[in-house]
């Protein structure tokens, strides 16, 4: 079993240093201060551009550095999923760049816990033998305890009856961060996950590596349309900008902060390649077949939106890009793992497919919401037509893309086999 590890963890798991003490430092303590840590490193960059942006706006002459605190938590507070009131308006909206910097930080910080816990509990063989081994789960919880003291500390210091974010969806968005990237994180660090993925179903880590893919390169796709798109037009937003009037200071902030939504476009880009696109406002639609947009207000990636009007022949043959990405990316991760059965490489690519399909999907869900007042209500992809799309269209792109590289790989084989035999 330990010859499935790798490196540092396979000799701590097996034996050879478990009594460093750099591999066993105390669990429920390092978990806490690791996640605590997590949370803080993207807080303070938060709360770092908040001070900055208060002093460029007016060089300090209005209100204090609390003020400036005070907007980068609330920022940090709303990659959470938190929403927040300004003047009485509701947005709810999730600047995705800012959720991803956290987990980003969450996975980092969670793989260095791992690393320090990993000489606690038995170690591979006596894992391999059925013993029960508690490390991941209580270093797992323990980070989230740490985690969630910071987000409770930051909600009760930043917000206010006028700015109203919710603490119950802080609390979900910070257990979902910590149980996806911050328990495998600590698993991968402490090489737990290597032993239990042997008893993981080749099959399954298959699709499960092809579901990657197919979601990595088709948000991949989605991002260089939005930047070929967004740089066609890249005079409309230079314009914005200008009619901004913002000052140099306020120029750089206020393009910080619209990268943090870049993230949400390139979701919203991919939700218009599968189809049903997405709304800019109450009763809008963006799509491959047909623009009807209203006004529109100063925001400068808006400039990558389509005409308003009827769409030109061609942007119909972009509903052939997800499924061709889909079986691009399946064929690509099947030469990883190789099958000469045809019902093993169809069931791979169409399984793998559909479920990327239904993480886009939940993307979708997230990237959207309010963002000001009366028709911006509603900005945001079409979840659930986006899910039912994409599902499709990955799971039959993943299906052609199974077979057709298993024909090559039984292909190769056969000629291997016949100049063998000369």
């Known amino acids: 079993m330990t010859s499935l590890l790798t490196g540092s963890a396979a000799a701590r798991l097996a034996g050879a240093d478990r009594s460093d003490p750099r591999h066993r430092r105390p669990l429920v303590l390092v978990a806490v201060l ?231 476009a390139v979701v919203f880009t991919g939700s218009y390649l599968l189809g049903p696109g997405f709304a800019v406002g109450v009763h809008t639609l963006v799509s491959p077949t047909g623009v009807a947009l209203g006004p529109l207000p100063m925001f400068p990636l808006l400039a990558a939106l389509p005409a308003n009007g009827p769409t030109p022949g061609w942007t119909a043959y972009l509903l052939a890009l997800p499924p061709l990405v889909a079986a691009a990316a399946v064929a690509r991760s099947q030469r990883r793992y190789p099958t000469l059965r045809w019902d093993h490489g169809a069931l791979r690519g169409c399984v793998g497919g559909a479920l990327a399909g239904l993480l886009l999907g939940l993307l979708a869900a997230v990237a959207g919401g309010a963002v000001g007042p009366g028709r911006m209500r509603e900005v945001g992809p079409f979840a659930f037509d986006v899910l039912v799309h994409a599902i499709t269209a990955f799971g039959l792109g993943g299906l052609v893309g199974g077979v057709l590289m298993t024909w090559w790989q039984r292909r190769a084989h056969r000629s291997a086999s016949l100049e063998s035999t000369v």
Do not use: K
Request: proline share 3%; aromatic share 8%.
């Open 34 to 264: 690791g996640g605590a840590s997590a949370a803080l490193a993207t807080l303070l960059i938060c709360l770092a551009v908040g001070v900055v942006g208060w002093f460029l706006a007016d060089a300090g002459a209005h209100g204090t550095p609390r003020d400036g605190l005070r907007v980068g938590a609330l920022g940090w507070l709303l990659a959470h999923g938190s929403g927040i009131h300004v003047d009485g308006v509701a947005v709810s909206v999730v600047p995705l760049g800012l959720t991803a910097l956290a987990a980003w930080a969450v996975w980092r910080l969670g793989h260095r816990v791992g690393d320090s816990v990993s000489g606690h509990g038995p170690d591979a063989d006596r894992i391999a033998d059925g013993e029960r081994d508690w490390t991941v789960p209580t270093a797992a919880a323990a980070f989230l305890a740490g985690y969630l003291l910071v987000a409770f500390v930051t909600f009760r210091l930043a917000a206010t009856a006028e700015t109203a974010p919710s603490l119950p969806r802080v609390v979900g968005w910070s257990v979902l961060l910590c149980a996806t990237f911050g328990l495998v994180a600590i698993s991968v660090g402490s090489g737990r996950a290597a032993i239990w993925a042997a008893f993981v179903p080749a099959s399954v880590r298959a699709a499960g590596a092809a579901c990657l893919r197919v979601l990595g390169g088709y948000l991949a796709l989605s991002a260089s349309v939005f930047l070929v798109a967004f740089a066609l037009d890249l005079g409309t937003a230079a314009n914005v900008m200008s009619r901004l009037h913002l000052g140099a200071g306020d120029g750089t902030v206020y393009t910080a902060l619209t990268a943090t939504l870049v993230p949400n």
